[in-house]
């Protein structure tokens, strides 16, 4: 699993950093925790990471973790999770299940559908490619800490 997947470039930096300046980081996915936690590896037990489940013991089962009743658009709703956050957030995303939470978002990082739905949107965005570019655009916001 680890060998075909690939993990964006700085991504383990940018973690690091993240957790020397005290900075919550929490990894919300779409996805399914056993899939993310395969790739990760080892490391992913110093992630925080929010995602759909697999119950491989009752006919493997798959189980959304949040639903938004208000959408039914994803298995795992973003949005709600960021709604109970009681401070500003940042996010980082990519994909068609991040639009709603990146809207109530403090400063967004975007590529690919995000990043034309905020385009299209008229909303502000700092386009990314990789996590050296959004730890470059943060660290002077958190030299101290």
Known sequence: MRKQARIREGFW???????????SFVLLSGGYDYYIRGILGD???????????????????????????????????KRLYCEDLEEDYYYIGDGPSDVCAATGAK???????????????GQEYVPFESFHEIRGYLEPHFRYG
Do not use: S
């Not at 189980?63 to 795992?76: L, V």
């Not at 400063?107 to 949107?121: C, G, I, P, S, W």
């Open 13 to 23: 930096k940018f973690f690091r950093w993240t957790q020397e300046k005290g900075i």
């Open 43 to 77: 490391a992913a037990n110093d992630i925080e990471i929010i995602a759909n489940k697999v119950d491989f013991k009752n006919g493997n089962r798959l189980i959304h973790q949040r639903e938004n009743p208000r959408c039914g658009e994803c298995g795992n709703c």
């Open 107 to 121: 400063l967004v990082f975007a590529r690919h559908h995000l990043a034309r739905y905020m385009k299209e949107t």
